[in-house]
């Protein structure tokens, strides 16, 4: 077929008024072999042959009546006819970087089979390495693999002294827990770990791939994500912790709220059932008007807590229940001086403002920062009322924000959940900062000034830690509570992306942000 208009030939004007707007041809270099849409792409946008449009793409541009039309909620129609003639290696025609969700799509697609195919082949080949790597270590699960083997397999005991592991390497989790993993303890523990932490890759990647398409993630941004996230990803992925399992649930959960209510609710009750700390953003989604996913994720979660009751027998489980909460309210009372120095609030309040001793944890090599000497009741008790005002500033924020700043909104939950729980350690409970490095990210590269600076620290402040060769000062940092700095410094820098069509930039009109009030309200 010859491509439209002919060699060297304009086709027929266009002009088009939708909604007050001018569509006007722009002159195009004509392509060999084809009708092609937007950037190359067939069909894109509802553009080519079919609209009668020939020899270049249209062009929206204000109409007199003085009605806007954001090009980045348009991308099917923003592109000039003078980008179609520019090749990459492959001889496709390079698309150009997408200024919005809507036409990130568009950018993706663009960019060939051959290349997707490649980048495909090598997110595999880098998984199943990673997953192989992890395996070798794979400290948590061991845990998980060793309790399913002795207490489902030879009815030994779940919790404390009466599992016959020893402190710290205690289980941690509801019944539940590990009764779903029980089938991995059937096969050999490097088998096993294998396979649970390659699951854990796939979760993490589909769920990030989403929020990179609603914010308009382009390979730079990805790269700049990396960059804050990828430390916390690999080191939840060496521990073998269930974090990542959770926080993967938890996220899709907040991606699907709005068109799969029933399935959100779902997830995120069963994420709340495995760790507690989903529970979080139970009131963080009433405060986000999605009703309907907060109270079902609330039933789905008492009735997945309750659901082992079903074959182990309803006194046997509720006796099972409450040595874990027996167990876990001993370990919450230790404030920060459990094993690894927590980076939340309350940790680093306890490490500064008490005099606090290691000697008698696993590791008594950290050091002493204290430079206050308060009763550790009273610093817990300030950070129950700092704690509380903090979410409560957080519902009210969330709830005046618009729908379409739910990755931003969602990212300043993540940040708070880890400053705000009783205990988070850097080595596994900040994976859930993956989804706020990423939208920091895109705000740091669209906007710059202020949330590139504040991106910018937090970074030195993840990799200050780990590129370091002293052990006593990477004890040291830890202690101070650097990755909680660089959580604050997150949460500042992705405070700005409000809107899902262009983080950190100005809200445009757009289809998609049409969304009804009742629709929201779901």
């Not at 000697?359 to 300030?382: F, H, M, S, T």
Request: charged content about 15%; hydrophobic content about 50%; aromatic content about 10%.
């Amino acid at each position: 077929m010859q491509a439209v208009g002919g060699a060297g030939q304009a086709g027929p004007p266009a002009l088009a008024v939708e909604a007050g707007v001018e569509v006007e041809p722009a002159a195009s270099p004509a392509h060999d072999g084809g009708v092609e849409g937007v950037d190359g792409v067939p069909g894109a946008g509802g553009t080519g042959l079919e609209d009668g449009v020939g020899g270049g793409l249209p062009v929206r541009r204000a109409a007199p009546n003085g009605v806007e039309r954001c090009a980045a909620a348009e991308g099917e129609l923003s592109l000039a006819g003078r980008r179609a003639g520019r090749k990459d290696e492959q001889g496709e025609p390079k698309p150009r970087i997408p200024s919005s969700a809507q036409d990130s799509r568009v950018y993706w697609s663009a960019l060939g089979s051959t290349r997707r195919r490649r980048w495909l082949g090598l997110g595999v080949v880098a998984a199943l390495a990673a997953s192989g790597w992890a395996s070798t270590f794979a400290i948590d699960f061991s845990v998980y693999w060793t309790i399913c083997r002795s207490a489902i397999g030879d009815g030994g005991g779940l919790y404390g002294e009466a599992s016959r592991l020893p402190w710290p390497m205690w289980y941690r989790y509801p019944p539940l827990f590990a009764w779903l993993l029980w089938p991995l303890s059937l096969l050999p523990f490097r088998a096993a770990a294998f396979l649970w932490a390659l699951g854990k890759l796939v979760a993490l990647a589909a769920v990030l791939r989403e929020l990179g398409r609603r914010v308009g993630a382009t390979a730079p941004m990805w790269g700049l994500a990396a960059l804050a996230g990828l430390p916390w990803v690999l080191m939840e992925l060496r521990y073998g912790n269930a974090q990542g399992a959770v926080f993967a649930l938890t996220a899709a959960a907040l991606l699907g709220a709005g068109k799969r209510p029933r399935l959100a609710a779902a997830g995120l009750g069963l994420a709340a059932a495995l760790k507690v700390w989903p529970l979080f953003f139970v009131p963080y989604l009433a405060a986000r008007r999605r009703w309907a996913v907060a109270a079902g994720a609330t039933v789905w979660a008492a009735a997945l807590t309750l659901a082992p009751a079903a074959w182990t027998g309803w006194a046997a489980h509720a006796a099972a229940l409450g040595d874990w909460w027996a167990q876990e309210s001993a370990i919450a009372s230790r404030g920060g001086s459990i094993w690894f120095p927590s980076q939340s609030l309350l940790g680093v309040m306890t490490r500064h403002w008490t005099a606090l001793s290691w000697k008698d944890q696993p590791d008594p090599n950290y050091p002493l920062v204290n430079w206050l000497a308060l009763d550790p009741a009273w610093v817990r008790g300030l950070w129950l009322a700092l704690a509380a005002a903090g979410c409560l500033a957080l519902w009210r924020w969330a709830r005046r924000l618009p729908p379409e700043a739910e990755p931003s909104a969602a990212a300043a939950a993540l940040c708070a959940l880890a400053l705000l729980e009783p205990y988070a350690q850097r080595q596994t409970a900040l994976v859930v900062l993956a989804w706020p490095a990423l939208v920091a990210a895109a705000a740091a590269y669209r906007r710059g000034g202020r949330p590139r600076t504040l991106f910018a620290a937090a970074v030195a402040l993840v990799w200050l830690q780990p590129l370091t060769p002293s052990a006593w000062w990477q004890r040291v940092y830890e202690v101070w509570g650097l990755d909680a700095l660089a959580a604050v410094l997150l949460l500042a820098a992705s405070a700005g992306g409000f809107t899902m069509t262009g983080v950190g930039g100005s809200p445009c009109p757009n289809r998609s942000s049409s969304t009804s009030t009742a629709e929201h309200e779901r």
